[in-house]
């Protein structure tokens, strides 16, 4: 399983930005893809997945990212909106077959995407 993040970039405090996670045919028919991100000398955090119908986010993100899959494109999206310098970090899509109670874990998940720079400024 290969991922491939885009979509990070700079951008100023209250701005926007859609970051995609692109696979081969059948990863995300298959897995649960899952966001998370790492800011410098911190650890790596959950950001939200989506799993059986349902979307978790973390409480720093919720009514601010949301989280979609662009069946035409086959990708799965992050849009982050309202963005604060606290969330600058790499932001990583990941797969996975959590169960609910490891979904906010990077334990849970077992193919990693190679990470996209979001910086946002103040």
């Known amino acids: 399983v290969q991922l491939q993040a885009s979509g990070g970039g700079l951008v100023q405090a209250g701005g926007s930005l859609r970051l995609t996670c692109a696979a081969s045919?059948?990863?995300?028919?298959?897995?649960?893809v899952g966001w998370f991100r790492q800011a410098p000398g911190k650890e790596r955090e959950f950001v939200g997945v989506r799993r059986q119908g349902r979307t978790y986010y973390d409480d720093s993100v919720k009514d601010r990212f949301t989280l979609f899959r662009d069946n035409a494109a086959n990708t799965e999206n992050l849009q982050m909106s309202s963005l604060k310098p606290e969330d600058t970090a790499v932001y990583y899509c990941?797969?996975?077959?959590?169960?609910?109670?490891?979904?906010?874990?990077?334990?849970?998940?077992?193919?990693w995407g190679q990470g996209t720079q979001v910086t946002v400024s103040s």
């Open positions: 990941a797969v996975g077959r959590p169960i609910l109670s490891t979904i906010r874990s990077p334990l849970g998940y077992r193919y």
């Open positions: 045919d059948r990863t995300f028919s298959t897995y649960t």
